[in-house]
């Protein structure tokens, strides 16, 4: 439920930058991603197999999602 929840925050963190309100929320998705993989990590051991891979690939992908956007911003 902990890796449920860092993909959450880190997903309504970007709402302010995509409204074009510069706020440094973002950061937190730098911050709650590597601790929602872990966490999701040991769902996976624990659990079951699809939801721990699913949450644990999203966990990933906020990480970099400051470099994706970032990419997409000054490349289109």
Known sequence: MISIGCVLISIISWIPNFCSIPAFFWILSVILSP???IMSLIGL???NWIGGILV???NVI???S???LMY???NY
């Open 35 to 37: 601790i929602g993989f």
């Open 45 to 47: 051991i624990k659990y």
């Open 56 to 58: 644990s690939l999203l």
């Open 62 to 64: 906020m990480f970099f």
């Open 66 to 68: 400051f470099f994706i």
């Open 72 to 74: 997409i911003g000054y």
